[in-house]
């Protein structure tokens, strides 16, 4: 979200743009290095919450792109609250509404 604010409220010059854009895809390249190897130390319940919340987030991004897109085709689509700089919110959104109903289903 930061690199969002810099690069739509702020002037630079393009190399200094790409650099402040590639920054946020090699920090969260680095998140999910460690998140999946930190996965691998967990136990088998904390596991199953972990991946559940990962497949209940990308089904809801999926149906999310899907709608957005079928919108899209009806010429019904506001930027402002479905660009793709709120996809990324959107989507951390999803994994936590995942994580939040697979750790009530565990009880974890």
Known sequence: MPATWLLTGQRFSQPVSVLIAVVPIITFAIFIVKFINDFSVLDEVKQRVQLEAVVIGFALTAMLLMLLFLLGLCDI????????????????????????????????
């Open 77 to 108: 689509s506001n930027p402002d609250l479905f660009g793709y700089g709120q996809l990324a919110g959107y989507c951390w959104g999803f994994y936590f509404i995942g994580w939040l109903i697979s750790k009530k289903k565990y009880g974890v």
